[in-house]
């Protein structure tokens, strides 16, 4: 039988136990310490991706930013494309 159908009142039995049981929220959260961050872009292929992921790097260059730059590429991408995203 499902605790859907049950009419014997222990869906809200079995209701009352997990709230009985439920561990209370604090009342504030502290924020989880970052330790690691990138700024991550994924490139098919030669035509718009390349461009925009080099405009990117370009202006967290000028905001001086301590980011990580990571580009992953398929095979479709051509080796110059590659070596310019890998310069930037």
């Known amino acids: 039988m499902s ?6 009142g222990q869906l809200a039995a079995k209701a009352g136990q997990v709230a009985a049981s439920a561990t209370a929220l604090p009342e504030t959260c502290a924020r989880a310490p970052v330790r690691d961050q990138a700024v991550v872009t ?3 292929n030669n ?8 405009a990117v790097a ?5 905001l001086d930013s301590q980011l990580r ?4 590429v398929t095979e479709d ?5 590659q070596e310019r ?4």
Do not use: K
């Open 3 to 8: 605790a859907a159908i049950d009419g014997n």
């Open 69 to 72: 730059r990571i580009v992953l």
């Open 47 to 54: 035509e718009g991706y390349p461009a925009g992921a080099l």
């Open 77 to 81: 991408v051509s080796p110059g494309i």
């Open 42 to 44: 994924l490139i098919t």
């Open 85 to 88: 995203c890998a310069s930037a």
């Open 58 to 62: 370009a202006a967290l260059e000028i």
